[in-house]
């Protein structure tokens, strides 16, 4: 049976079951823990109003339990210790384009999953905008599991979630890019080499980036052509709608706070809402900058088409004073020079496209279908260009719009 305490009771010994009080007040996720001398203060500075107590796997000392104790509850306090810590921002130096990290899932299996979070996630975000568009405060902290399962799937195959959640109709887009940028993010922290807390907080911020779009009219959000001046105001207000949103709400994580309300801001300090200058834009930030505009420019809108996954990162490099060189370096990393669901030209006038990554970026696992030079379908057939022995080769990026290519998508997510 758990006991609620004043966070003022709290002693070093106590196993602490649960945090109560505002959402994202206490500067950790973890909430079951066996509480140390650096917990409890940690927790008093928070703002946490209570606790919940397990008097049965509380230790009561006044010193924090021996770090080497073999037990479960021990476990737990050392996880919960290392959550606690803020995570340190990776060296510039540490990010390389030309590693993969390895799949934990078989990628068929992943996607199942990530059809399944995706459709959860976007109902979830949907019933969010609906609240605020009703008037009411946003339970955020209900946000939390969809968060989890995000980072959850993108830690077992990073490109099945987030090639899925590029798959949207323009009616599903505004729900489904804040599942997309959560994938996004929770990936580029990992490349990054962001510890767990790091990552889970990166994802939560991506699904609630643009929450401020709850408060634009629909006429706008779905406007099929250019915006006027006056709308493109009423747009470009939606950072500052969903700073105060979130605030209103509870929330009080300071990195998540900064990202939500200048997630448009430029390295070359021509953004928006307060034209930031390079040095006044945190890491979390300049990774959601990067994150929002790669789904966006892949993604069916209401006034285009969606670009290449392959020719977005090409022309995004290309755009100066726009993002953090390093922040964007490191997602062409994570998602690959070819990432999945690029159509691509092998060096026997094949076309294909890319079903996973391999260690080496630019030779993935693909998926042959058609004769560039009959202009005809041939037997499917994937090749492993990595493999030892395979004289195949990528030697261009193709689009399918030009191909007439409308469902290239079913070649590679069935």
């Known amino acids: 049976m758990y006991v609620t305490i004043p966070i003022d009771e709290l002693r070093p010994g106590m196993y602490v079951q649960r945090v109560n009080g505002a959402w994202l007040k206490h500067p950790f996720w973890r909430t079951s823990f066996l509480a140390t001398e650096h917990h409890v203060q940690r927790l008093r500075n928070s703002g946490v109003a209570s606790v919940d107590i397990d008097p049965s796997?509380?230790?009561?000392?006044?010193?924090?339990?021996?770090?080497?104790?073999?037990?479960?509850?021990?476990?737990?306090?050392?996880?919960?210790?290392?959550?606690?810590?803020?995570?340190?921002?990776?060296?510039?130096?540490t990010v390389s384009p030309r590693r993969a990290p390895v799949p934990q899932a078989d990628l068929a299996a992943e996607l199942t999953r990530a059809r399944r979070i995706c459709q959860e996630g976007r109902e979830a975000v949907e019933a969010m905008f609906q609240e605020v568009r009703l008037g009411r405060i946003v339970d955020t902290a209900a946000m939390v599991p969809l968060a989890q399962e995000i980072n959850a799937s993108v830690g077992r195959h990073p490109g099945a979630l987030i090639g899925i959640a590029r798959i949207k109709t323009v009616d599903d887009y505004t729900y489904l890019h804040s599942v997309a940028v959560g994938?996004?993010?929770?990936?580029?922290?990992?490349?990054?080499?962001?510890?767990?807390?790091?990552?889970?907080?990166?994802?939560?911020?991506?699904?609630?980036?643009?929450?401020?779009?709850?408060?634009?009219?629909?006429?706008i959000l779905n406007k099929p052509g250019r915006l006027e001046d006056a709308e493109m105001e009423l747009m470009r207000a939606h950072p500052a709608h969903g700073a105060r949103l979130l605030g209103e709400s509870g929330v009080e994580n300071e990195a998540i706070l900064h990202m939500v309300l200048h997630h448009h801001e430029r390295m070359d300090g021509t953004g928006y809402p307060a034209r930031l200058a390079e040095d006044e834009l945190p890491l979390l930030t300049r990774m959601s900058s990067v994150c929002d505009v790669y789904d966006a420019v892949t993604s069916t809108r209401a006034y285009k088409e969606p670009w290449d996954p392959a020719e977005a990162l090409r022309?995004?490099?290309?755009?100066?004073?726009?993002?953090d060189p390093v922040v964007l370096k490191a997602l062409i990393a994570s998602l690959g020079i070819y990432p999945a669901g690029s159509l691509v030209k092998l060096s026997s006038e094949r076309l294909?496209?890319?079903?996973?990554?391999?260690?080496?970026?630019?030779?993935?696992?693909?998926r042959g279908f058609y004769s560039a030079r009959l202009r005809s379908h041939v037997l499917h057939v994937d090749l492993d260009l990595s493999a030892p022995g395979c004289n195949e080769r990528i030697t261009g990026i193709e689009s399918p719009r030009e191909w007439g290519f409308r469902d290239l998508h079913k070649l590679w997510a069935p």
């Open 57 to 93: 796997r509380s230790q009561e000392t006044d010193e924090p339990p021996p770090a080497a104790e073999p037990d479960a509850a021990a476990a737990t306090a050392a996880q919960a210790a290392a959550a606690l810590e803020p995570a340190p921002e990776p060296a510039a130096a």
């Open 315 to 323: 022309r995004m490099a290309s755009w100066k004073g726009h993002f």
């Open 183 to 219: 994938a996004l993010m929770s990936n580029l922290a990992r490349r990054m080499g962001m510890d767990e807390q790091a990552c889970q907080e990166a994802t939560l911020g991506g699904l609630l980036h643009d929450l401020g779009k709850a408060c634009v009219p629909l006429e």
């Open 352 to 366: 294909a496209v890319v079903l996973e990554q391999r260690p080496d970026l630019t030779r993935p696992l693909v």
